[in-house]
């Protein structure tokens, strides 16, 4: 039976698109899921194509709104499940784990905490596009009510992974390799969670693999 991972928070799919290449160089079967309410993740990769429902690249399978199956999950290793700012508690209650990734936004925060986050012990937090300093994880972690220790980290608003997005969601495909430091350290922990590796450094050599794809 597949291992599930749920990613919540900001609307938008990069990160969980990336996460699967780097999955994917060390893994038989990825099955991603876009539950998102825009599905930006599906759409690009399809090329906007509205009437698909699957892609396949590789090893990696991308859905669009599938519910959870058991028959489909066991024919994967793992199963991403992205749902942007529209979470979905039946699909959580199955995950391994649940990463929330909100913005700073005062909005986006409320509606995480109002979702009920803190109610997922079985969560982390990584906050997205921190433009400034003043904005504090602290800060953060009192608006969604959760304990400091839930958040694990930010990545900082970059222009260039920003460009990246766009273009991915243009082209449908996009290399790692000229991620800004910070969002490269993100997916290695995600990836070093995910697939309890022994260490750091495991992670590291899984994206440098997956920066040549």
């Known amino acids: 039976m597949a291992k599930v991972f749920t990613f919540a928070g900001q609307e938008r799919g990069d990160f969980v698109y990336y996460l699967a290449n780097i999955l994917s ?3 038989p079967a990825v099955l991603v899921i876009d539950n998102s309410r825009t599905h930006d993740l599906f759409f690009a990769v399809v090329n906007q194509n509205e009437e698909a429902n699957s892609f396949e690249k590789g090893n990696i399978t991308f859905l669009k ?6 028959s489909l999950y066991e024919q994967y290793d793992f199963v991403l499940v992205y749902q942007g700012d529209s979470p979905d508690a039946e699909e959580m209650d199955v995950s391994e784990h ?7 936004l005062p909005g986006s925060l409320r509606s995480m905490e109002l979702f009920g986050i803190a109610g997922y012990e079985n969560s982390s937090v990584i906050m997205r596009d921190q433009t400034s300093t003043k904005i504090s ?3 953060a972690a009192q ?6 220790d839930r958040i694990k980290g930010s990545i900082p608003f970059d222009f260039k992974d920003y460009s990246l997005y766009i273009s991915f969601s243009y082209n449908g495909h996009q290399s790692i390799k000229n991620l800004s430091p910070s969002y490269t350290e993100a997916l290695m922990y995600v990836t ?3 697939l309890e590796l022994n260490s750091l450094r495991e992670a590291e050599a899984l994206v440098k693999k997956a920066k040549k794809i």
């Open 98 to 104: 649940i990463f929330f990734m909100p913005d700073f």
């Open 137 to 139: 994880s602290r800060s």
């Open 143 to 148: 608006l969604l009510n959760v304990p400091l």
């Open 192 to 194: 070093f969670e995910i």
């Open 65 to 70: 709104n599938a519910a959870y199956s058991e």
């Open 25 to 27: 160089s060390n893994t």
